[in-house]
């Protein structure tokens, strides 16, 4: 019988010995490989695609979950089990979202990782024990977002209308709105929707309408030039569970725009932008929730911005093109 091949993916090397121990237990288990970034993980599944990684997040150069995501693009066959200290059920849900079967707690990894690695490798999902008071839905097949759609608009005038109406259709069903949006834009989407008649001071004092910067989300979210995809969650997560206490509507649903893509591609960091929004459709995964995103038509002029635009429509459910 051919042995089963293992690769370890930990920046920490207590981790990776670890592991290397409670593999000993299985004779026909081999570590074939280690890694202690998230960019080595993914060049090693490419060349080597071994038949099952134990994967944590927080690593370093390429966080986990964006590591998954490639390798299961370059070697589809690569079971993933994640090996992690998080134990935020949004940042479960995401690391699941990426088709990884396994999600086991390092505090429980001495009695539970090698049977997450048994039923991984019979197609089973396994979620340690320890989050068992939650449910987490098997995304190990690719699910549409709920809605998520990116607007490109000539002028402010264009935007404002648009996100005018976005808001104000959630806040009049007695759903909740969050806007992530630069200050000249929040200021004047406020006075849009004032004279169209919403209340938004009501809105604001009860949580329905969460008004943030962009800019200074921006601040708490990047590492290394990328959003951190736990500190992603976290972040506007926890804004979509809070709203979504205090909506007024039988089911309550929180609608998101967002420009602080925008400001990562006039930065000249498409790369970046893309990340969030791939962010963005794990979230429209983890909630019920609609999604807008906003970009100038203007940051996009060059065939490297041509590239950057055709991919960042991919990650959209609708694409609008708005000019005057």
């Keep these: 019988m051919s042995p089963i091949r293992f690769l370890v993916a930990d920046d920490f090397e207590g981790w990776r010995r670890q592991v290397h121990s409670l593999l000993q237990a299985r004779s026909a288990w081999q570590v074939i490989a280690e890694a202690s970034d998230g960019s080595e993980a993914v060049q090693k599944a490419e060349d080597l695609k071994p038949d099952l ?140 929707l004032k004279a169209g008649g919403v209340d938004t001071d009501g809105a604001l004092q009860q949580g329905t309408y969460i008004s943030l910067d962009a800019a200074e989300t921006l601040s708490t979210i990047m590492v290394n030039g990328l959003p951190d995809p736990v500190r992603f969650f976290r972040g506007i997560g926890g804004f979509i569970e809070a709203a979504a206490k205090v909506a007024k509507s039988e089911q309550p649903q929180v609608v998101v725009f967002g420009e602080a893509v925008a400001l990562l591609q006039a930065e000249g960091q498409a790369d970046a932008a893309i990340r969030f929004e791939q962010l963005g459709n794990d979230l429209a995964k983890t909630y019920e929730v609609d999604i807008q995103c906003a970009y100038p038509l203007s940051s996009f002029h060059n065939e490297e911005d041509d590239h950057a635009f055709q991919s960042i429509c991919a990650e959209h459910s609708a694409v609008i093109l708005s000019e005057k």
């Design 53 to 192: 990684i134990v994967l944590d997040i927080g690593l370093p150069k390429l966080n986990g979950i964006e590591a998954a995501r490639r390798v299961r693009r370059l070697s589809p066959r690569s079971k993933i089990v994640f090996l992690s200290m998080y134990n935020s059920p949004d940042v479960v849900q995401a690391a699941l979202g990426t088709g990884a079967l396994g999600y086991v707690l390092k505090s429980d990894a001495r009695r539970e990782l090698l049977p997450a690695m048994d039923a991984v490798l019979r197609g089973k999902q396994f979620v340690s024990s320890s989050l068992k008071d939650y449910q987490f839905t098997d995304t190990s097949a690719e699910k549409a977002p709920h809605h998520h759609e990116v607007l490109f608009y000539s002028d402010d005038t264009v935007l404002l209308d648009n996100v005018t109406r976005f808001i104000a259709a959630a806040l009049g069903a007695g759903n909740a709105a969050i806007v992530l949006a630069t200050k000249s834009h929040r200021d004047s989407l406020l006075q849009r």
